[in-house]
């Protein structure tokens, strides 16, 4: 028997934030399907390609997807393998280095996107 969630969530391609409904397999953990959320003020229930279809590297495998679910460092610097970490001590090492490189080059030196 397949067992189906619908969960709500905001597109993360561009700065309109347009809500989308995923339909998501839990037997799978995957998502299967995305439409565009009557909820979505600015969208309306409407959404452009990227928010469509755009969702499919979440399902593979060639992609980061064990990196989209869980946090990993190279714990022994650049091009050692990726180590799965817990949230907190992903947050942590983040937070370590970007302190360093503000302490370092100035608070221009750093920028965050999403
Ligand atoms: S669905 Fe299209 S228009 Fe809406 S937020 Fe995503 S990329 Fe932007």
Redesign the pocket.
Known sequence: MCAYKKIDTV?P??????V?TCTVDTEKNQVIEAK?SPRGV??EGR??L???Y?WDYLNDPQILTKRIRQPMIRKNGKGTPLVEVSWQEAIEYAATRLKAIIKEYGPDAVMGAG
């Open positions: 597109c391609y561009c700065g309109t934030g347009c989308i565009g600015n969208n959404l452009c990227k928010g469509l755009g």
